[in-house]
């Protein structure tokens, strides 16, 4: 089968993310299948951008044919981001017809976040007669107005809803990462007999290609173990969303008490605003971020990891986060400051769950972990490890994706 992928964010363990892409197409390929991924060049989320002189240029890797197209560079949510997805968009609406005579597809996803590619996956499965799938991650245009405070009649947005609204009516199948969007998705158009739930995964092979920490972490981590300290860990992004401010302020509660190291290790806008929040805590540290490579060893070192969330009714149709992943291949237990419609921790009793942006949650929960045995906490950590396994392998969820498309009955 040709896969055909329209991710703009698409990266690769060399790029950086966006991973799910990759880590599908890596599985499709070890099942017989070509796969085509068609990206933009340019991505705040990556690690590191590449830049093309021609609008479209091919690219193997790992036997996944990369097509980048040539976007401007941007930083951020701006208007640089719009400027560089209409681009995106428009050039690949217009190169439609020789991507379909080329590159043949029995499928194409759409599958970028924002929902302007079904336009572009929808044109090319009519030229190539193939069935179109669209990838749902999170709900735009509802992101953007429920967290970015867009009113729903602002211009960007009435164009997003129209094209979500596309999607839901014209694609032959629909693959949630959300658990529970359902009822927002027939609101729009969505016939429920096409809707799937494909959560994010974990790639297992990456925690067979470990590689050591830099020295700098090492030397820290080594030091508050030698001090006997409880390491409370968090290794991602440090934006907003993550709510870190709640964490630094339960440090800021626990100032006196000698048990607790919390060890923030990532980088984001928010980083700098955090450092200031932290100032005269000696409790607390920050660190540059680790290779996706080193992100195993990083972890052995923290006792009790911890992923947070802000108050928001978009969490009503679930979170998928991919740091819960790593976290749970760890197996360590994990503190989840969540209120969303799934709690994953809660579901395969990993940790303890409690309330989001509550500082004062945060360090009973901390002192109720400190009072647990080896043993119990290395339950919760087994828990963890066991059900990211069954249910988060990207073996698994690839296999689940060929699965919808096989089934799909299409006639073009």
């Known amino acids: 089968m040709n896969i055909f992928l329209i991710s703009h964010y698409a990266g690769s363990p060399k790029l950086g993310m ?14 017989g299948h070509k796969v085509c991924i068609l990206a933009a060049d340019n991505s705040h989320l990556r690690h590191q951008n590449i830049h093309f002189k021609k609008d479209f240029t091919e690219e193997n890797i790992e036997n996944i044919k990369y097509i980048w197209v040539k976007t401007p560079k941007y930083k951020g949510n701006n208007i640089g981001r719009i400027f560089n997805i209409l681009t995106f968009v428009l050039k690949s609406l217009l190169k439609s ?5 080329t590159y043949k597809p029995d499928v194409v996803i759409s599958s970028s976040t924002y929902p302007l590619d079904n336009y572009i996956a929808h044109k090319i499965s009519k030229i190539a007669k193939s069935k179109y799938i669209f990838e749902v991650h999170d709900l735009w245009p509802l992101s953007p ?3 970015g405070g867009f009113h729903k009649y602002h211009p960007f947005i009435m164009v997003m809803q129209k094209a979500e609204d596309f999607g839901y009516r014209n694609a032959d199948a629909i693959v949630s990462m959300l658990p529970k969007t359902k009822e927002h998705m027939r609101q729009h158009g969505l016939d429920l007999k096409k809707w799937n739930h494909i959560p994010n995964g974990i790639f297992i092979e990456d925690w067979n290609n470990k590689e050591k920490i830099p020295d700098k972490h090492q030397v820290l981590l080594e030091k508050l173990k030698e001090e006997k300290k409880i390491i409370v860990g968090y290794a991602g992004g440090h934006a907003i969303s993550n709510a870190l401010d709640t ?23 928010e980083k700098e605003n955090l450092i200031k ?6 409790n607390i540290h920050f660190l540059d971020p680790v290779n996706k490579n080193s992100v195993p060893d990083l972890l052995s070192y923290m006792d009790i990891l911890y992923i947070g969330w802000n108050k928001s009714p978009l969490y009503r149709f679930g979170v998928s986060p991919n740091k819960v992943f790593d976290y749970m291949m760890a197996k360590k237990p994990i503190l989840h400051a969540v209120e969303a419609g799934n709690d ?19 360090v009973h ?12 906490k290395q339950k919760m950590g087994d828990n963890a490890y066991n059900y990211v396994i069954k249910k988060h392998d990207y073996k698994i969820l690839a296999k689940q994706f060929i699965d919808i498309i096989e089934q799909i009955q299409v006639s073009k």
């Not at 017809?97 to 005579?101: D, I, N």
């Not at 800021?252 to 000698?258: A, C, E, F, G």
């Not at 929040?277 to 000696?282: S, W």
């Open 145 to 147: 107005i429920e967290l």
């Open 365 to 376: 929960a901390l002192l109720k972990f400190k009072t647990l045995s080896v043993e119990e």
């Open 18 to 31: 966006a991973y799910r892409p990759y880590y599908l197409a890596k599985e499709w390929t070890k099942l």
């Open 344 to 362: 994953i921790v809660k579901e395969a009793n990993a940790g303890i769950s409690i309330k989001p942006q509550n500082p004062n949650e945060i």
């Open 247 to 269: 964490l630094i302020k339960a440090a800021h509660l626990l100032k006196d008490n000698n048990n607790f190291a919390f060890v923030l290790v990532g980088k984001g806008v």
């Open 97 to 101: 017809k020789k991507l379909a005579k």
């Open 277 to 282: 929040q932290a100032n005269g805590l000696n």
